[in-house]
């Protein structure tokens, strides 16, 4: 039988991100009533995803940067081998499970899953574009519903929205009174869920000397810089060298 799983063994090499992508979540909003555009519990337990994919899900990924409900895991390891079938596999089920636990819901929750082969030039170039799908997936959310609430159907506001430049979404806000650029962090620029090394001096009873220890822990960051910005190149480019 084994010899009839064509696509088993077929691998990759690291470093490499893997995107999974919410399946068919608008009725996941409608059914919890979800603030719209954005849901602070939505955000956390995305966010309680990316935590337990870095920290406790096995698959040791070096961060997790999500936005709405995608996922981008970069890996500088692979797992499995660098089965790419057993790593999209894997990845999008331990999503689905930790996300449907985190929500409290009873109907079952799912993850597409795909490899994206990099390299830490690409990454940082990846990682740019994502933070500016997120920018604009923000706009599109307020836009969208400000012409909802105006009295436009779901659809139409969302074909008159459709190819707009993010100047015209932002003056369009703007002459509703409403400053994009107001809004929380996370919603604009997405989060960042990274492993951090931090030294903790101590003192070894032992050789009585004093000691400096590593200790990796896992950190939030919900105000990310731009990482187009001289700051976030420099950021991401420390975040990308370090295994």
């Known amino acids: 039988m084994e010899n009839r799983e064509i696509f088993s063994n077929i691998t990759t090499i690291p470093p490499v991100f893997v995107r999974l992508d919410g399946r068919a979540f608008h009725r996941l909003a409608e059914s919890l009533v979800f603030t719209k555009p954005f849901d602070d519990r939505f955000s956390d337990a995305m966010i309680r995803v990316c935590t337990a994919l870095v920290a406790d899900s096995g698959l040791c990924?070096?961060?997790?940067f999500t936005f709405s409900d995608e996922i981008s895991l970069y890996f500088t390891r692979l797992p499995f081998n660098g089965r790419v079938e057993k790593i999209d596999s894997v990845t999008a089920s331990f999503a689905a499970s930790t996300l449907t636990l985190?929500?409290?819901?009873?109907p079952p929750l799912a993850f597409d899953a795909r490899v994206i082969p990099a390299t830490p030039a690409y990454a940082m170039e990846y990682l740019a574009n994502r933070q500016n799908e997120a920018w604009r997936n923000h706009l599109n959310g307020y836009c969208q519903q400000a012409l909802i609430k105006e009295g436009r159907r779901a659809k139409k506001a969302a074909d008159q929205l459709k190819g707009l430049p993010a100047k015209n979404l932002?003056?369009?806000?703007?002459?509703?009174?409403?400053?994009?650029?107001t809004t929380p962090a996370w919603q604009r620029r997405g989060v960042l869920v990274y492993k951090k090394i931090?030294?903790?001096k101590g003192f070894n009873p032992i050789t009585q000397e004093h000691v400096v220890a590593e200790r990796s822990s896992v950190t939030v960051d919900r105000d990310l810089l731009l990482f187009t910005s001289p700051e976030g190149k420099e950021f991401l480019g420390k975040l990308i060298a370090c295994p």
């Open 170 to 181: 932002h003056e369009m806000m703007h002459k509703r009174g409403f400053n994009l650029a």
């Open 61 to 64: 990924p070096e961060f997790a």
């Open 198 to 200: 931090t030294e903790k």
């Open 102 to 106: 985190a929500l409290g819901v009873t």
